[in-house]
């Protein structure tokens, strides 16, 4: 059973960054596509980034520019570097994977079989 743990969650002020981690107990990470999802309580889960295991990257309209998306196949690592934070990325932040080399529609929450526990990230104006 493939497991996540994100870390490095917490509360920031407007203008602030954080750097997410997403460990994944497996043998086989580098042939895994990952993903960042988030969800504030009453809204539905929306994608924020996505590396595939052949290294292409997607991120959504919305953070581009101000989040990086990257990942350690030497430490079974995934990260989300956020910089230039603002409220409205206040959420909960998932990480998931899928083993297979490169998912269509990677932001879509249907393409992932793996999901972390969440973390929090506030950030306060």
């Known amino acids: 059973q493939v497991q996540l743990v994100e870390s490095g969650g917490g509360s920031v002020q407007a203008g602030g960054s954080l750097r997410l981690s997403c460990a994944v107990s497996?043998?086989?990470?580098?042939?895994?596509?990952m993903g960042w999802f988030r969800q504030v309580p009453g809204n539905e889960r929306e994608g924020v980034a996505y590396?595939?295991?052949?290294?292409?990257?997607s991120v959504a309209d919305y953070v581009k520019g101000r989040f990086t998306v990257s990942k350690d196949n030497t430490k079974n690592t995934l990260y989300l570097q956020m910089t230039g934070l603002t409220p409205e990325d206040t959420a909960i932040y998932y990480c998931?994977?899928?083993?297979?080399?490169?998912?269509?529609?990677?932001?879509?929450?249907?393409?992932?079989?793996?999901w972390g526990q969440g973390i929090q990230v506030t950030v306060s104006s």
């Open positions: 998931a994977a899928r083993e297979l080399y490169w998912l269509p529609a990677p932001l879509s929450e249907d393409n992932y079989y793996y």
């Open positions: 497996t043998s086989t990470f580098s042939r895994f596509s």
């Open positions: 590396i595939g295991a052949n290294g292409m990257i």
